[in-house]
C-alpha cells in the first residue's frame, strides 16, 4: 500500500447520478493543527524540497493514490462502477496513469481495470442499441479529473493557511513555487496579506525567468562567443512548466 496512506471514502447518497458533489474522496486520516493538517505539513516540507510546482507533485501523488486504491480494493463497489459507467472510464491522461501504476507496481494486477472496463463496455453496448442521438451521451466527466480539482482546492486552501506561518514562508521562498494554474488557485483560497507576498514572489520569479530567457536568445547567437549558464539552459524548460503546469514521467508514490 502507497507509504502512510489511511483511507476513508465518503460514498454519495442514491441520487449519486444527479449529484454535483464529487462520487467519492480517497482523503487520508489527518490530525489538523491551525487548520492546518499535519499530514499536509509533513508532506509540504518534502515537496519543497523537489523541482518544480509544489502543487503539481501534491496532485499527483494524490491522483496515484487514488487509482491505487481503486483498484487495490473497490474495483468492485457499485457506485463507483455506475460512476464509470456514466464517464465511460477515464480521460486519456489517467487511462495512461492508470496503466502505468498496474505495470509498475505492487499488488495490483490488471483484473481491477478488466472489472471497470468491463462495465463501461456493456454501458456502451447498451447505449449503442438505443435509437441513435445527436452528440455524445456521456453524462459525466472523468471522475478521477474530478476527483484531482477537488484535491488541488483542498491543498490550496491548506498552503494558504501554511503560510501564515513566518517559518513556512522562508521555506517556500526557497522552494520553485507554483506553476500558474495552481498560484491562481491559492490566491483564491489566500488572505490579502499572503496573497501580496505570493504575487510579489511570483513577480520576481518571472522577473528572473525572463532575464534568463532573454540570455538563452542571446547566448545561442552565432556571433555571441559566451556560454550558458545552466540556469539559462535550462530556462525553457521552466518556462512550460511554469505556465503550463508539471507533466511526469514516472510514478512519485512509492510501494
Not at 493538517?37 to 503539481?56: D, I, N, R, S
Not at 509498475?104 to 456502451?124: H, I, N
Not at 532573454?214 to 539559462?232: A, N, S
Request: with cysteine; net charge neutral.
Amino acid at each position: 500500500m502507497p507509504q502512510g496512506l489511511a483511507v476513508v471514502i465518503f460514498r454519495r447518497g442514491n441520487d449519486h447520478r444527479k449529484s454535483d458533489r464529487p462520487w467519492y474522496m480517497l482523503l487520508a486520516r489527518e490530525e489538523k493543527d491551525n487548520g492546518v493538517p499535519a499530514l499536509f505539513t509533513y508532506h509540504l516540507q518534502e515537496t519543497l524540497a523537489k523541482p518544480g510546482c509544489v502543487l503539481c507533485r501534491l496532485v499527483r501523488e494524490s491522483e496515484e493514490q487514488w487509482l491505487w486504491n481503486l483498484l487495490y480494493e473497490f474495483s468492485g463497489d457499485p457506485q463507483i462502477h455506475a460512476r464509470f459507467a456514466d464517464s465511460l472510464g477515464l480521460c486519456a491522461h489517467h487511462a495512461e496513469l492508470m496503466r502505468m501504476i498496474v505495470e509498475k507496481r505492487q499488488l495490483v494486477t490488471p483484473s481491477g481495470v478488466a472489472r471497470l472496463y468491463d462495465t463501461v463496455s456493456r454501458e456502451e453496448l447498451s447505449r449503442l442499441s438505443r435509437p441513435a442521438r445527436k452528440g455524445a451521451e456521456k453524462t459525466d466527466d472523468c471522475p478521477l479529473c474530478r476527483y484531482r480539482a477537488q484535491v488541488a482546492e483542498r491543498k490550496a486552501s491548506f498552503l494558504s493557511r501554511a503560510l501564515a506561518d513566518p517559518t513556512w514562508q522562508k521555506e517556500f521562498a526557497l522552494s520553485d513555487s507554483l506553476c500558474q494554474a495552481h498560484l491562481e488557485i491559492v490566491l483564491s483560497q489566500a488572505n490579502r496579506s499572503i496573497a501580496t507576498i505570493l504575487r510579489e514572489d511570483h513577480a520576481g520569479r518571472i522577473e528572473d525567468l525572463s532575464h534568463l530567457l532573454q540570455e538563452l536568445q542571446r547566448k545561442q547567437g552565432y556571433d555571441v562567443p559566451e556560454e550558458l549558464t545552466p540556469k539559462e539552459a535550462s530556462s525553457w524548460r521552466e518556462a512550460l512548466w511554469r505556465f503550463g503546469g508539471m507533466h511526469f514521467d514516472k510514478l512519485l508514490v512509492k510501494d
